[in-house]
């Protein structure tokens, strides 16, 4: 989709410090970390956000938990990590092409703010 910055990085026109990639999805490093351990995993195809990627996608929806699974392992944290899918600008989502946040190498306090 143009104007879209996930997009970008997924086409490789805009770098970033990717740690996996498949067929369905691409996983990189959160420019801005909340966390020693913040990696955004984003479909290939562009949908606005989880909802939608559920509905038009369910088994690339399935691939993407699995990746973020995969990351939080290679990332040394698969016994405690977070999955975050902001949703909607009131929910402090700012980029509008569906992303998992994959938090962790912290305590995370619960609720969250
Ligand atoms: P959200 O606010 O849930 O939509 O999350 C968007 C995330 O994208 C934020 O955590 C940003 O720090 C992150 N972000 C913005 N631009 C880039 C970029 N060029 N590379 C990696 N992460 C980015």
Known sequence: MADCLFCS??????????????????????????????????????????GELASDAPATTATLLQAAQEVAANEGVGDAYRVVFN?????????FHV???????????WPPG
Do not use: Y
């Open 99 to 109: 992303h998992a946040h994959v938090i962790g190498g912290r305590n995370l306090e």
């Open 9 to 50: 990085i997924v086409a490789g026109d805009i770098p970033a410090d990717i740690v996996l990639s498949n067929d369905d999805v691409v996983a990189f490093r959160d420019i801005a970390p909340q966390a020693p351990v913040h990696v955004l995993v984003v479909p290939r195809d562009h949908h606005a956000n989880v």
């Open 87 to 95: 949703t909607g600008a009131g929910a402090g989502q700012t980029v």
